[in-house]
């Protein structure tokens, strides 16, 4: 029980990391616009709020990415950063244009919107060349003394020995 409880601390500061850097490219392409400029970190709380608790959701991948191969480790990695961008851009919605306006369309159209401003963020801008192998490198972290890992699925950098 206290190594599953170990993951949960370890997911949740990963999500406090990574939602670091989701606001730091956030601040990048948008010019610097939320900090200092018309917008401020406040109207992200959403997102900051939210970062911790993708951090676990994203962590429950562990035993998954922990018996996967190379092959399979990099697609979970891949596929989470693509999850956990547009997670983190529905949160930062919610609180960043107002949550009035964020009311007055359906919830379906905003998820959509921010899973596809993600999507496009990541792959035209080539962040996801930058941002998959240290998605891959946080999923080792996070995953180390898993529960359910067991000594043959090998350490290091995800190659089995």
Do not use: K
């Not at 959701?57 to 979970?76: E, T, V, Y």
């Amino acid at each position: 029980m206290r190594s599953r409880q170990a993951l949960i601390v370890r997911s949740a500061i990963a999500g406090v990391v990574w939602g670091g850097i989701g606001i730091t490219i956030l601040r990048g392409l948008t010019g610097g616009e939320y900090f200092g400029g018309r917008r401020s970190v406040w109207e992200l709380r959403g997102a900051l709020i939210a970062a911790p608790l993708i951090g676990v959701a994203l962590g429950f991948w562990s035993p998954l990415f922990r018996r996967s191969g190379l092959a399979g480790r990099a697609a979970i990695a891949a596929f989470t950063l693509y999850v956990s961008a547009g997670a983190f851009l529905v949160a930062a919605s919610t609180t960043m244009n107002g949550f009035d306006e964020f009311q007055r369309r359906s919830l379906a159209a905003n998820v959509a919107e921010s899973f596809n401003e993600a999507f496009l963020a990541l792959t035209v801008t080539g962040l996801v060349l930058i941002l998959a192998p240290l998605a891959y490198v946080t999923h080792l972290l996070v995953s180390r003394g898993h529960p359910d890992a067991s000594a043959e699925t090998g350490e290091g950098l995800g190659l089995r020995e």
